[in-house]
């Protein structure tokens, strides 16, 4: 693996989010669609889950996307692809079906035929990404420069990419096979595609993110160029666990917890950060790739510290965490 | 019954569900429960999904199999309460052999299987189907429970999006295997023919040729194969289906629901909670897990509550002045400003972090306590979970002593 300096993120065309469920894939989307449109792209962030999420991120008292959407912010468009609005879109514009395909996908029988079958969601999902990074404004330009997928979570996440290739597999003819074939190739496409896996410095979700990158490189075949370690600690704990040792422990305060109460917190703090670095060097090196920090940010007493405030860190150079011990974060532990 | 309780549960529950978003820590609570049980003198076996290389180390197995697998409590060096010795197994779910095997135990002889195996919607239909992983875990779990060799099973739940795929994978594949398309596909007299399929009306006439516009030619034949393949099965599958759904929503489960400690996920938690009321699930209690600990006596909220300005200048001045006492007369009171401002906003971050938790805790407790259920706290260890001990404390923590409620500023 060459350590060149990687493309920025908003250069890629289309960008799918995933990893393990409660790493922070939305926040990670949110900040990079912040961010690209900052940097005066036209963005468009998509989300795949039912339960909405994004517009809570941009607005007080969010109202629902839906599958149409609308624009957040200038430049940013979000909507969210429910599978069974896809479907009806599919039917009526791709084949160019009639009024009639309305009654038929409204039969309870195909309603029940839908919730049986085998990967119709995802693959419908991938079909109107597609369709969208296919969309172009009167003048032939791109509408969108770049999207954003808020993916569902590894281990659906996984089955969610793969769904155009089975699809192909099982049928043998016919406009589907045909259609998921285009899916396929923009997924593929590694100018275009970019997956980005977003873990938090964590054993379980290290671990997941590991199968990730193994199988984007294998049967996906999708590239993959970074991953975001979200929620690392800033790393000051020492500093301040060092200065406190210098304070006699008897030392009166007003507001502050006394001085052993804050050497309890921050011996605590330490030790967790000494596990999340050690976690951050175990992804980096299992994956063979490069990690995007993505700080905790709580802020200080009474700072207001949104998400937004910090949207550009996610463009943040990649870095590989330096190396001095091969030891497994396990044993070091104890 | 009164308020549920845990320990009631894991003295008398057959099975214990643990359910919750992703990340909140299932696999670690459920080992942790199991350890309970069988402490208890339960025969008792964890069945995990996908865990931890560390968790299966804590549980003393080098790695996890989907098979039971015996973990040595000895280690532990206490005596259990029932004098017996304690018996818990742990095993991870493989849903994919599962879901073949289930098949191959459904069908009567070896052509059957050979055509089911072969043909093309099969295999997707086992890797993709919505929910197959998850039919196959409450199969695996139906058979354990009568198997006869267990009290109890916990049960730590796959990770999902949508909060209970499992839950409802058994009814819609009953659904789909009871539904009018299946049956219109797999009559003989009527997929011969396609004149045949107007008895059916038109609108599913028109239904599948839709489908056959859309999925290509090939793709109606194909799968009418297959469903014509497992209708011998689907009466077996349709009766596995409903039980598997009795015994998960009965009387002898109970449900433990997790979330995670940090600000902002009570919000998921709810959702969650919601829909497994929808279910009309057994809940029995609610377990926050990773909660930061809080050395202070005085609450977090109210230790930023008094670090106002003026006040916080104050206590700058006094570490400034120890830390100039310390370094001898000649630095220079100036010096200190960056290493006072790397404590305090250390402090603050932590104070923060504990603010956001006791809020997302005392809201949960109080929802909990609404429906007369526990709310358990679990504190965030320094280290992760490696040891049987470990796992030990966690839950005797949890059988303990559930979450008062506490003043905060959310009252």
């Known amino acids: ?334 | 019954m009164t308020q549920l309780s845990l320990d009631a549960s894991l003295r008398h529950a057959r099975i214990l569900v643990c359910a919750g978003t992703g990340g909140v820590g299932k696999t670690t609570i459920a080992a942790a429960l199991s350890i309970q049980a069988a402490l208890l003198g339960r025969r008792t076996l964890v069945l995990t999904i996908d865990p931890a290389k560390r968790l299966a180390n804590a549980l003393g197995l080098e790695s996890l199999r989907a098979e039971p697998t015996a973990v040595d409590l000895s280690k532990l060096g206490i005596p259990d309460e029932n004098s017996a010795t304690p018996s818990l197994d742990a095993m991870m779910l493989d849903a994919k052999p599962t879901f073949d095997r289930l098949i191959e135990r459904l069908t009567k002889n070896e052509n059957e299987l050979r055509r089911i195996f072969e043909n093309r919607i099969y295999e997707q239909l086992s890797s993709a189907l919505a929910g197959s992983r998850e039919y196959a875990a409450m199969e695996q779990v139906h058979e354990l429970v009568h198997s006869g060799l267990y009290d109890l099973i916990v049960l730590d739940t796959p990770p999902a999006d949508h909060a209970l795929d499992f839950l409802r994978a058994p009814r819609r594949l009953r659904d789909f295997l009871e539904s009018r398309f299946v049956a219109t596909l797999v009559r003989p007299a009527v997929s011969a023919s396609r004149i045949g399929m107007r008895l059916f009306g038109r609108p599913l006439q028109r239904m599948l040729g839709l489908l056959e516009r859309i999925a290509g030619v090939g793709f109606l034949d194909d799968l009418t194969e297959f469903l014509k393949a497992i209708d011998g099965l689907s009466t077996g599958f349709r009766e596995r289906a409903t039980r598997v759904e009795e015994l998960l929503l009965g009387q002898d489960t109970g449900f433990v629901l997790i979330s995670s400690a940090s600000s902002g996920h009570q919000a998921s938690t709810l959702e969650f909670m919601t829909e497994l009321d929808r279910f009309e699930v057994p809940l029995v209690a609610l377990v926050v897990n990773r909660l930061r600990p809080w050395p202070p006596n005085t609450p977090p909220f109210a230790i930023r509550e008094r670090c106002h300005e003026s006040v916080m200048l104050r206590d700058e001045e006094r570490l400034r002045e120890a830390l100039l006492r310390g370094a001898g007369h000649h630095a220079e009171a100036e010096s200190f400003d960056a290493e006072i401002s790397a404590l305090t906003q250390a402090i603050a971050e932590y104070t923060q972090i504990c603010v956001g938790e006791q809020e997302s805790v005392s809201i949960l407790t109080k929802i909990a306590a609404q429906r007369r259920l526990h709310c358990h706290t679990v504190a965030e260890l320094e280290a992760d979970v490696a040891h049987l001990d470990g796992l030990f404390e966690i839950g005797a923590t949890l059988r303990a002593k559930p979450h008062e409620l506490a003043p905060s500023p959310i009252q």
């Open chain 1, 1 to 334: 693996m060459t350590k060149e300096a990687l493309r920025d993120l908003t250069d890629f065309r289309l960008v799918i989010v995933t990893g393990k469920g409660g790493t922070g894939k939305t926040t990670v989307c949110c900040r990079l669609a912040e961010a690209a449109r900052r940097a005066g792209k036209h963005v468009l962030l998509a989300e795949t889950s039912p339960i909405e999420s994004i517009a809570a991120y941009f607005e007080k008292a969010p109202r629902p996307l839906g599958y149409k959407g609308r624009d957040l912010r200038k430049n940013l468009h979000a909507l969210r692809l429910d599978p069974h609005e896809a479907l009806a879109d599919y039917v009526r514009v791709q084949l160019g079906l009639g009024v009639l395909t309305d009654r038929i996908l409204r039969l309870e029988t195909f309603q029940q035929l839908l919730e049986a079958a085998p990967g119709w969601r995802e693959l419908i999902i991938l079909g109107k990404i597609w369709h969208l990074e296919q969309k172009r404004d009167p003048v032939g330009a791109h509408v969108y420069d770049l999207l954003i997928v808020d993916a569902p979570s590894t281990g659906h996440g996984l089955t969610f990419l793969d769904v155009p290739r089975v699809v192909q597999q099982a049928l043998r003819s016919g406009p589907l096979a045909r259609h998921a074939s285009w899916v396929e190739a923009l997924i593929h496409d590694p100018e275009r595609t970019l997956l980005l896996p977003v873990t938090t410095p964590e054993d379980l979700p290290v671990q997941e993110t590991h199968e990730l990158v193994s199988r984007a490189r294998g049967d996906l075949g999708v590239f993959v160029d970074r991953i975001v370690v979200n929620r690392m600690p800033t790393g000051r704990t020492c500093e301040a666990l060092g200065i406190l040792e210098k304070i006699p422990g008897d030392l009166t305060l007003e507001c502050l917890p006394s001085i052993p109460e804050m050497h309890s917190m921050l011996e605590h703090s330490a030790k967790r950060d000494h596990i999340a670095f050690a976690e951050r060097e175990r992804v980096s090196n299992l994956c063979h790739l490069p990690v995007v920090d993505q700080p905790v940010f709580p802020g200080g007493f009474g700072v207001d510290t949104g998400w937004a405030k910090h949207a550009e860190t996610i463009l943040n150079a990649a870095t590989w965490p330096i190396s001095d011990s091969t030891a497994d974060p396990a044993e070091v532990d104890r």
